[in-house]
């Protein structure tokens, strides 16, 4: 077990068991990219980070909601204009009916600019009796079956890093240029959204948020400034360790370690084993930190993370990230919840209802039902209230674009109809429309308290 008391640096976690990192064939070259790496400016800063830990302190208080989105995966390939521009409008219109149904302020935090990392069940996949390593993200190898594109290469780390900057810079300027002000919601609209029944109830709420601001800046008599602008923070799976590690830095003026490279870098559900690799490492960093728990952690488990990774019991540093699937929620998250709230652990609770909802169709696509999902935030909202607290987030794994990968919602996506537009190689994501509804009906469940 860690405890506090052992010495920490960036590279502690390297004298533990690492699960889910590349086996690379050629450790100078390893060496070298990493080398590189770590004299490289960073992606973010420690004020942004520490922003974003006290406004998720003011979230784990009742006073905020996080809104935690994007792809499973991202693809080198999508960092592009329309791509990126999408996501960012999905998650204004999601934000915007929350902060209007919800009367809350909502965090915003894509998980972009670096979720270029996935765990995989196995380190290898057979196809036609030839066996090579699994595809484990962009930053590690290539999605093609071959072995030169499925060999993890080390210089694809430094096309991670470039491709979070590209996408990262494109999104500061796309903010910093008026993109995200409360004024100019119409900025948002995406091309292919018509006659969807869904767009008049958000075209009243973003009437009705036209309305205030008006009010308000006749009142004050002057513009609201930045109070009507809004901003956006990174995440992604800290998976691959050596990346995060070459990113981790002290800063003037500040003690402590950060890691630069994200402002929420978050354990998955497959790492977070108390003896293991991933828990050295974040409990040693600075940043804000989620961890993914799901219906198999033992609520003594959940209690001892937080005393590992969060000590000092500092307001807005732990999140955990619930996925425990619509089935498991109701025997799962009661005793969670009682052993840390007794624990007196100040922690954000933040409801994932997609990765413990995945299921196979008998034709073998994967895919979430647009129920389950809803199922499992219903659930979330009313055990955490029945135990005295509050969920303060959600997690979604989404995407701005017309998709064909969950079954569900209004628009009436059936199985049948998977295969029209079906892109993910990873997990399956809510389309536009079945964010925009699901953002909808949050809002009515926060409402409804
Ligand atoms: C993910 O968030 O894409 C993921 C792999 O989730 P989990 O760690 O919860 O399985
Ligand atoms: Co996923």
């Known amino acids: 077990m860690v405890i506090k008391s052992q010495p920490w640096s960036p590279d502690s976690w390297q004298r533990k068991t690492a699960q889910q990192q590349p086996n690379y064939p050629d450790r100078i070259k390893l060496d070298a990219a990493i080398a590189q790496l770590a004299s490289l400016p960073p992606l973010v800063t420690s004020f942004e980070i520490e922003l974003l830990r006290q406004q998720l302190a003011e979230a784990a208080r009742g006073e905020r909601f996080l809104l935690q989105g994007g792809d499973c995966s991202e693809n080198f390939s999508d960092c592009e204009s329309d791509a990126?521009?999408?996501?960012?409008?999905?998650?204004?219109?999601?934000?915007?009916?929350?902060?209007?149904?919800?009367?809350?302020?909502?965090?915003?935090?894509?998980?972009?600019?670096?979720?270029?990392?996935?765990?995989?069940?196995?380190?290898?996949?057979?196809?036609?009796?030839v066996t090579l390593p699994s595809y484990r993200g962009d930053m590690i190898n290539g999605m093609e079956f071959t072995p030169e594109s499925r060999i993890p290469d080390p210089e694809l780390l430094l096309r991670g890093y470039e491709h979070a900057g590209l996408t990262l810079n494109f999104i500061r300027a796309l903010i910093d240029g008026g993109f995200a002000d409360l004024h100019h919601p119409e900025l948002w609209r995406l091309g292919f959204v018509h006659n969807s029944p869904l767009m008049n109830e958000y075209t009243r709420m973003v009437d009705s948020i036209g309305e205030s601001l008006r009010f308000m800046e006749t009142l004050t008599g002057g513009s609201l400034g930045d109070s009507s602008r809004v901003d956006f923070f990174t995440s992604h799976e800290g998976l691959h360790l050596l990346y995060e590690q070459a990113h981790t830095r002290r800063v003037p003026r500040r003690t402590g370690w950060y890691n630069l490279t994200t402002h929420l870098p978050w354990i998955g559900n497959r790492t977070r084993a108390l003896d293991g690799a991933h828990i050295e490492y974040f409990r040693g960093i600075e940043n804000p930190i989620g961890v993914k728990i799901d219906a198999a952690t033992?609520?003594?488990?959940?209690?001892?993370?937080?005393?590992?990774?969060?000590?000092?019991?500092?307001?807005?540093?732990?999140?955990?990230?619930?996925?425990?699937?619509?089935?498991?929620?109701?025997?799962?998250?009661?005793?969670?919840?009682?052993?840390?709230?007794?624990?007196?652990?100040?922690?954000?609770?933040?409801?994932?209802p997609m990765h413990g909802n995945t299921e196979t169709t008998a034709s073998g696509i994967k895919t979430r039902r647009f129920d389950n999902v809803l199922n499992e935030l219903e659930h979330a909202f009313s055990i955490l209230s029945d135990a005295g607290t509050h969920l303060g987030g959600v997690h979604f794994e989404l995407t701005g674009d017309d998709v064909t990968e969950c079954i569900g919602g209004a628009s009436g996506i059936t199985e049948a109809d998977l295969s029209r537009d079906y892109r993910t190689q990873v997990d399956p994501r809510l389309n536009y429309e079945q964010s925009l509804e699901m953002a909808l009906l949050l809002s009515r469940l926060m409402a409804r308290k």
């Open 84 to 129: 990126i521009s999408s996501k960012l409008k999905i998650l204004l219109q999601m934000s915007l009916v929350i902060v209007q149904g919800g009367k809350k302020r909502v965090i915003r935090i894509g998980r972009f600019a670096g979720q270029y990392a996935k765990p995989r069940s196995s380190d290898m996949e057979t196809r036609n009796g």
């Open 298 to 352: 033992p609520p003594g488990e959940v209690c001892e993370l937080c005393s590992v990774l969060n000590p000092d019991n500092i307001p807005g540093k732990l999140t955990f990230i619930m996925r425990f699937g619509a089935k498991h929620i109701a025997a799962a998250l009661p005793p969670i919840a009682d052993a840390v709230i007794k624990s007196g652990a100040k922690v954000l609770w933040c409801s994932d």
